[in-house]
């Protein structure tokens, strides 16, 4: 995605980690932007504690620029912050939500953008959330559960994910490098290693 020839490009940051984590490292909203700072990249901080406060959130965001639906003009990226595992993502204290729930409720953003939806788990085993690709519904219009998903490929420290995902959106909605340049670039300079995969390329 040319992210450089947007006019808006909303980085949504969705806190939805325990309250003792929160107490302890901050919100990545906040960590984000203290890190950022000097950049034009556009952040909103989140907080969601379980499933139904994320679907809640998901909403709000869909909803939050009218643009949106001109995923030429406007586009949102979706950075969620969480504790996870290889088969879910754990929301607020332990509720967890499967891969297949997380596909139902970003469905009504995909939708929205015409299927324009860059996502970033922040969480331990985060790039399994690939598996979005095979739990879609029929509800689904376009076989795309994502136009990208980044995330790390084992369990990470908290702080590690602050750095290396500072240095991912400083290079990629900052210096609108390539996604692949981009990942190269953070990886190197960070202790928390990232990988992605496009929505595109996914074979069924």
């Known amino acids: 995605m040319n992210y450089e020839s947007r006019t808006h490009v909303d980085l949504h940051v969705i806190d939805a980690i325990d309250d003792k984590s929160l107490k302890c490292w901050g919100s990545e909203a906040d ?18 504690t379980n499933v139904a406060s994320f679907v809640e959130t998901v909403g709000a965001i869909r909803t939050f620029r009218r643009s949106y639906i001109h995923a030429r003009h406007a586009v949102p ?12 993502l754990i929301l607020g204290e332990s509720e967890k939500i499967s891969w297949s729930v997380l596909s139902e409720a970003l469905l009504p953003l995909l939708e929205t953008t ?49 750095d290396t995902f500072a240095e991912f959106y400083r290079q990629l909605l900052g210096n609108f490098r390539s996604l692949k340049k981009t990942i190269r670039i953070a990886n190197e300079v960070n202790a928390a290693k990232l990988d992605y995969t496009k929505g595109s390329q996914i074979q069924y």
């Open 114 to 162: 015409d299927y324009h939806v860059a996502l970033s788990l922040s969480s331990c085993w985060g790039y399994h959330g690939g598996t979005l690709a095979y739990v879609m519904s029929r509800k689904y219009r376009k076989k795309r559960p994502y136009y990208s998903l980044v995330g790390p490929l084992k369990k990470e420290r908290i702080p590690d994910l602050f």
């Open 31 to 48: 960590a984000l932007r203290t890190r950022l700072v000097g950049t034009k990249i556009n952040i909103y901080g989140h907080r969601a």
């Open 77 to 88: 990226y979706i950075h969620i912050s969480c504790h996870g595992r290889k088969d879910a």
